[in-house]
């Protein structure tokens, strides 16, 4: 079973790769290409499994900072919108991390998976959802959509550490595998009712999947 899974996230690399290639120019079949007379953008000299890794991780963070910014001001239960805020300010400072390394990297700061529906990625549909959501409805939307996140950024992030070639992208990698299971360990005491810093625990649905 780790085999099928660990194969699994290196052919999701393999498809994330193929389309930071498919997002360069691309010639009209039969033309002629010419050179251009302007200089130039700088050729990113990133490996492209290091690019992809990178290029899919910030449009899953920004995502999912723009549900955890519904937690402010939907009703949801007081345990759950502190836990909300306190990932919200990580993931936040986690994408300023990543857009640095994006920019040191050569890469366009373009959303190549906008529109994709990705594993673990917060989809349009789920924010229009959200929206119209409130009470229990977006207690249970929240959880799941932002425990896919968790997870699924986690075990790309894991085959990133092994599939890369960039020592700063796969150190930032091993960074967040770290920070990943910290944060879904705190999801799932957040579910069981174990945390002690807000009063009112917050009970997960049954079929939740932590």
């Not at 050569?106 to 349009?124: F, I, K, N, S, Y």
């Given at each position: 079973m780790p085999t099928r899974r660990a194969t699994a996230l290196l052919l999701l690399l393999t498809v994330l790769t193929g389309c930071a290639r498919e997002g360069g120019q691309e010639t009209e079949p039969g033309s002629v290409s010419v050179p251009s007379r302007t200089t130039a953008a700088p050729v990113p000299s990133a490996d492209p499994t290091d690019s992809a890794w990178v290029q899919l991780m910030i449009p899953m963070d920004e995502q999912a900072v723009a549900l955890l910014d519904m937690a402010a001001e939907k009703p949801a239960g007081p345990r759950l919108r502190a836990w909300a805020a306190r990932l919200r300010t990580d993931q936040v400072a986690e994408l300023a991390e990543l857009r640095g390394l994006r920019t040191r990297m050569?890469?366009?700061?373009?959303?190549?998976?906008?529109?994709?529906?990705?594993?673990?990625?917060?989809?349009?549909e789920d924010l229009r959802n959200a929206r119209a959501s409130g009470g229990a409805a977006f207690d249970r939307l929240l959880v799941t959509q932002i425990h896919d996140h968790l997870r699924q950024s986690e075990q790309v992030s894991r085959s990133e550490t092994t599939a890369g070639s960039g020592a700063e992208a796969r150190a930032r990698a091993r960074e967040l595998v770290a920070v990943r299971r910290k944060q879904l360990a705190s999801l799932t005491s957040l579910c069981a009712g174990r945390a002690a810093d807000v009063p009112e625990p917050f009970a997960c649905p049954s079929d939740h999947p932590v």
């Open positions: 050569g890469l366009p700061d373009t959303d190549l998976h906008e529109g994709h529906d990705m594993p673990g990625m917060v989809t349009a």
